[in-house]
Nanobody, 127 residues
Framework: QVQLVESGGGLVQAGGSLRLSCVASGRGSYAMGWFRQAPGKEREFGAAISWNGSTTYYTDSVKGRFTISRDNAKNTVYLQMNSLKPEETAVYYC??????????????????????WGQGTQVTVSS
């Protein structure tokens, strides 16, 4: 069992930056991802990172502005978000999927494939 706790959300002006963190409890090897859900909309994929951090994947709308990274020694995944837009106001969720330790370079994009989810952190981008 893994518990995920996100932090770093808040209010920022358009064009500003935020860095989200997700701390995972428990042992094991996990592929991780960030998703977001705006009011009245479905949860959507944002970024994913492999267990060893060598592979990352982004949805087109955030490429070049968001960076996902991880520090396995701290059991933490980060999402650096730059040039934020008002339409990116949403609750941001961290997700984890256990993977065999030898399969350390895959990323997971589909929400249904993740086993564990955090409670989310609110990001509000004002215009």
């Amino acid at each position: 069992q893994v518990q995920l706790v996100e932090s770093g959300g808040g209010l920022v002006q358009a064009g500003g930056s935020l860095r989200l963190s997700c701390v995972a409890s428990g042992r094991g090897s996990y592929a991780m991802g960030w998703f977001r859900q705006a009011p009245g909309k479905e949860r959507e994929f944002g970024a994913a990172i492999s267990w060893n951090g060598s592979t990352t994947y982004y949805t087109d709308s955030v490429k070049g502005r968001f960076t996902i990274s991880r520090d396995n020694a701290k059991n933490t995944v980060y999402l650096q978000m730059n040039s934020l837009k008002p339409e990116e106001t949403a609750v941001y969720y961290c997700a984890a999927r256990r993977v065999p330790s030898e399969v350390d370079d895959i990323v997971i994009i589909e929400a249904v494939e993740y086993d564990y989810w955090g409670q989310g952190t609110q990001v509000t981008v004002s215009s």
